[in-house]
């Protein structure tokens, strides 16, 4: 499922305000995880009724307990998801949860399969020209939007010329593909952009400034229609389009119905969807908050996504009559060195603070063994992720060494001292269940080092602006769902990373940046991949953070349904065309 | 009574300023804004969004700008939903207004009911039967109870509905609609009236116990006036007098929405859309919904003196 830490970090702090009893029927999508590697003894879930759940779909035991209004219902999917907002246009919405309503509704040229890797959609295919500068997306011929009008180059021209504009306040960056030309659109020196051509009214050619990786992907994204969200546009004018937000136009499985606020989103199955009409005629999207695990017991809904624990992986084991899938998300999380503060310039020091650090307890205890620890900032189930690096296995003995070669001697009192200044360092965390185990342990472990270590717990907006400001010398923070391995490393570019969200405050490292560039600059996935390999060495070697975890997403849906498979990068949305109700 | 209607509506308008002054700078102030909570964007981005959206702006002159808009019924447009703050209230807060009114409703026949009845009966059975459960129901956590309910009436006896305001994918319209709402309302009025009954109860109680003591309602005993007449005549209508007040005060709950409740039963109110709106700092939608509770705030302490007034003819005001 798209959507943004925020909301992930609302939802949990919503839910500590309920108090665990609700909290774990939490609609959360929240990812969390078992551990998918055998090597880790201790990753045995806490509570031992908990029968063994793999990776992937589990499918129900006993679809005879199928309540009688899920049995009933033959023509509807109801899948779960928490309150959407109501701008229901792929390149406008601010909230990830509109992101799921309108992945159902608009289809984009190119999509990424259950590794990351791009696949056809409404492109047919690509071509890249060789020097990795020009696209030229050959669409499927006869494409229609919902409403039976064509869907041609010109829609995908439109789409990719509005993002352009200078009143665009989307939060796709289109900027990140360079386009030839997009610069002067923007300043107003030009009426149209250069590097957009349209070939026929099945092929476009759009040609780029500078080789990047992520390109193909963003510039293959979801397709507006020209004639219903262009008719009134004017260069440097898009307000109009804000009255169109609520209806969506689109190419998708799905064609919108109807939006009830806090209640739910309704679709009609769209009888020109390129890939055939879709069998379920009916799909809802359900607002849930607290009740997920209510609705999938009475019947009323199919799907929902739950926080990963014991607790809910039993009791939906328990209602038999559900398939639950387990997979990785492709997030990871981690905890940020400030490298602006003078100890961790030297990189020893950063090695000492994961080395002594438990990783792997602070993740059994938080996640009940649904994590693995992070070595890497790339999620398993992408195409780059490796596991040749350093482990950074918890070794107090060695930290305290590296500490020594550092010149961080221990003090009287116990606390290292180097140059008159002692080793205290101050970790900003958000409040929630990762904070509450990670705070004593860190506290522990770090102790047993000779490192002060104050924690304070506080809202997330605060610790982004604190971070921001370089308040803090740890911080923790988990990525967003990353598609491309770019964009769960970017933040460690010299050019980039001074602050910002994702930023490292100071990290540089010259060899680093180098492979940065050279990972976008090639559209080559095998080429890529050993990049990102040598990469992760580096990043081992010298690191920029603290990668602590990936967790693992739960959700079920009820056995009925078939062809249903959430995938770790676009959540429900990739199967809807295909699913069945038996 | 013209020249303290109108001085009283200056009052009101100096306490809103006031109260708009405190609201846009707790909130201006809180660290980090609607662009600063989007993880996805590069620096240079989020500087242009600031720009655009007028955050870039030192904080006072964002405070006239949208006092200025504020003050022409302009709220502006929510970030988040990106709809004008007011038509966005609209879609959600009559949801909140409903449940709030109808358990507002029953709390109160209820509390007044068994508040004159345990005030009459003092050190009764039912007395103290009414007092162990008015704490009973005091002390309980509306999460355990709502979600005891779901789980007893919903999930376990299918008797109503878990949550949300109507059957999924209803297309019900007119009556059956009504009773669908009817339905889906049964359970989280239930849990808020049995949680609010305790507090009103144990006022009413004792209002009504100060009141029977008076000379007047003893003269009135000894006039021979049946007991029911005494009480329900004579007591109770002096015991309610001070309920104007608390009427008052109730007016911004109605439409501030429950949270936690609206959570728990999946409501589509207020609440939800207000904590959204916080955690993403979508300045606009808080200020217009925080400043237009203060509005409410200052109409219910108004019209609750002026209805005082008219109530009991000893209050004057000046």
Redo the contacts between chains.
Sequence with gaps: MKK????I??TL??GT???T??SSEGSAPATSTQTATPSTEASAPAASKVQDIKDGINLATDLSKLPEAAAKRTD?F?AGLT?P???FNPF?Y??GYDGNVTSAIFESLVDVDATGKPVPKLAEKWDVSPDQLTYTFHLRPNLKFSDGSPLTAEDVAFTLTILHDK?Y?G?T?IFVASIKGGREYKEGKANTIEGIKVIDPQTIQITTEKVNAKSLVLLGGQVLSKAYYGKEYKPGDLEYL?TL??KPLGAGPYKFEAY?????V?YLANEHYYAGKPQVE?F?Y??????AL??I??G??DYNSFTVNSDNIEQLQELGYVNINLYTSSAYSYIKFNHSKPFFKDKRVRQAFIYGLDRQKILDLTYQGYAQVANVPISPVSWAYTEDVNPYAYNPEKAKQLLDEAGWKPGADGIREKDGQKLIVHYYTTKGKLGEVLIPIAKENYKELGIQFEAEMM????V???T?KGDHDLASFS??MLIDPDDGVDAFSTK?G??????TNGYSNAKVDELLEAGLSTLDIEKRKAIYKDLYKELSDDPPYIFLGYRKILSAHNGKIKGLEPNPFTGISTSLPGIRIE | MTSYFLKRVFYMALTLFGASILIFFLYAL???D?V????????E??LE?KA??GLDKPVVERYFIWMKNAIQGDFG?S?????PVMSLLN??IW?SFLLAITSTFFTWVIAISIGVLSAARQHSWFDALVTIGVFAAMSL?V??VG?LF?KLF??DA?LF?????????SKETGLAYAWDVVQHMFLPVTVLTLLSVGTLTRYFRTNMLEVIQQDFVRTARAKGLKEKVVLHKHALRNALLPAITLLGFELPALFGGAI?TE???????VG??Y??AF???DYPLLMGFTMFLAILTVIGNLSADLLYRVADPRVRLK
Aim: proline letters at 5%; aromatic letters at 10%; charged letters at 20%.
């Design positions: 943004r830490l925020s909301q970090i609302s702090l919503l305000l309920l108090v009893g609700c509807t109801i309150e907002g109501g701008v406008f601010h909230n009143t306040d939060e960056d804000r937000h609520g009830i606020p806090g209640q739910e309704r009916h809802i359900k607002t849930t908050e607290g009740d209510q609705f017991q009475t009323e809904m809202d997330y907006n605060a982004l602006a604190r921001e990525t967003t980039k001074k602050s910002g969200f994702t930023g | 809180t660290p980090g609607f600063d909570t989007s993880p996805k964007l590069t620096a981005r989020k969004l655009m959206y447009y970030l988040q939903y990106q709809q879609d959600y949801n956590p999460f355990f979600l779901i919903a999930v299918k509905p878990a949550g949300g305001m109507m059957m999924i994918g936690i959570k728990i039963f999946n409501w589509p109110g939800q859309l904590m959204q955690s993403v700092r």
